[in-house]
């Protein structure tokens, strides 16, 4: 499900005869396409995760030249919004390099303010959510590499640097044994 919101034709407000904030409607386009982009790259990195899980690499490899177009353009977007950001700033006749989007709903009209406020809420909430399903997506990439890394082990007889816990919790080094694969039955 995507959230957008409106822009300066529909601000709240505006109708009501508030004063308009000149640049406020680009900002919120440039945050709808911000939400639209999160969205698809948190779509992409569930799609990944069923893909980790189901160890369909080409699907992954297509899902990371995916995932790499939206992170592309997610920083584009961000870069944009940051100027759109400082534009307001200055016009506002506030200090640019202390001004980002909390501070400048801060500066505005009510209205304008809380329709910012649930924009960038729903960006943090995005941005919250993407951080751990890839977060979960690295987990079950690790785990899946420890578990081809001790299969090979087992087969090689190769125990590698990893030691194994003795008694009482203490590190030690695994006894070579026989490869599976050498060995004469």
Not at 152 to 181: C, E, H, Q
Request: net charge negative; glycine share 8%.
């Amino acid at each position: 499900m995507t959230t957008t919101f409106s822009d300066d034709r529909a601000l709240p407000g505006v109708a009501d005869g508030a004063p308009e904030v000149p640049g406020v409607g680009s900002l919120v386009e440039v945050i709808n396409d911000e939400i639209r982009v999160f969205h698809e790259l948190l779509d992409t990195l569930q799609q990944e995760q069923k893909a980790i899980v189901a160890d369909d690499l080409p699907r992954i490899e297509e899902l990371a030249a995916l995932k790499a177009d939206g992170v592309a353009r997610a920083q584009r977007l961000e870069g944009e919004r940051l100027r759109h950001v400082r534009a307001l700033s200055e016009a506002l006749e506030v200090d640019p390099e202390r001004t980002d989007l909390q501070r400048l709903t801060e500066i505005i009209d009510g209205r304008h303010a809380e329709e910012l406020t649930r924009m960038r809420q729903v960006l943090l909430d995005l941005n919250r959510k993407i951080r751990r399903t890839n977060d979960n997506n690295a987990f079950l990439i690790r785990q899946s590499l420890r578990y081809t890394e001790r299969c090979i082990d087992i087969l090689t007889g190769d125990p590698g640097d990893r030691g194994v816990y003795g008694k009482f919790g203490k590190n030690m080094k695994r006894a070579r044994g026989n490869s599976v694969l050498n060995r004469t039955v």
